[in-house]
Antibody, heavy 122, light 112 residues
């Protein structure tokens, strides 16, 4: 059974950066896309970007271009999402999610991490 | 403003049938990209409910069904149960510059 376990909650100051991790177990990490999706309090889901670890190149939503960096470490089956220049509007729960089909980006997300709350406050 | 449009809320009594619509455009659903649906119970991560427009993952009851036509898709839930009360999101791929994966704004289902 595939599991995605994310790092713990973070409290950050405006202007700083945060790096959230997502460790996969129970499946083949490198060949499946990992996406990052965030959810602001009381709001809907928003895709930020994704990566297929074996390819190593990330794709980002235009809204986050230049501010987000998604990477993956195949040796530890862990994906990372780093968001910089944080502002209060970035306060949200950040989820990692796995694409269901091997080597595909256009696919549904069959497994999700438990979520990481990032609070941006002065 | 979400790229995919869903009603903010729907409701129904136990045992009834409800539908949730998801309206897109020619750059996402209308371009032929599949629609997927997720159920999010309060305080939990989203769970895949329907993939590829109308397919149920193992373990999802057949009370849940999906369909797609043109630039829209629908999720139907029959035999409503109290545990179905949750937020539901549609998702599709978008070929425009606005991004890649897009979600609907979510629909809150209330079981009366």
């Amino acid at each position: 059974q595939v599991q995605l376990v994310q790092s713990g909650a973070e409290v950050k100051k405006p202007g700083s950066s945060v790096k959230v991790s997502c460790k996969a177990s129970g499946g083949t990490f490198s060949s499946y896309a990992i996406s990052w999706v965030r959810q602001a309090p009381g709001q809907g889901l928003e895709w930020m970007g994704g990566i297929i670890p074996i390819f190593g190149t990330a794709n980002y939503a235009q809204k986050f271009q230049g501010r987000v960096t998604i990477t993956a470490d195949e040796s530890t089956s862990t994906a990372y999402m780093e968001l910089s220049s944080l502002r209060s509007e970035d306060t949200a729960v950040y989820y990692c999610a796995r694409g269901s089909r091997i080597l595909a980006t256009v696919t549904d997300f069959d497994y999700w991490g438990q979520g990481t709350l990032v609070t941006v406050s002065s | 403003q979400s790229v995919l449009t869903q009603p903010p809320s729907v409701s129904g009594a136990p045992g009834q049938r409800v539908t949730i619509s998801c309206t897109g455009s020619s750059s996402n659903i209308g371009a032929g990209y599949d629609v997927h649906w997720y159920q999010q119970l309060p305080g939990t991560a989203p769970k895949l409910l329907i993939y590829g427009n109308s397919n149920r993952p193992s373990g999802v009851p057949d009370r849940f069904s999906g369909s797609k036509s043109g630039t829209s898709a629908s999720l139907a839930i029959t035999g409503l149960q109290a545990e179905d009360e949750a937020d539901y999101y549609c998702q599709s791929y978008d070929s425009s510059l606005s991004g890649h994966w897009v979600f609907g704004g979510g629909t809150k289902l209330t079981v009366l």
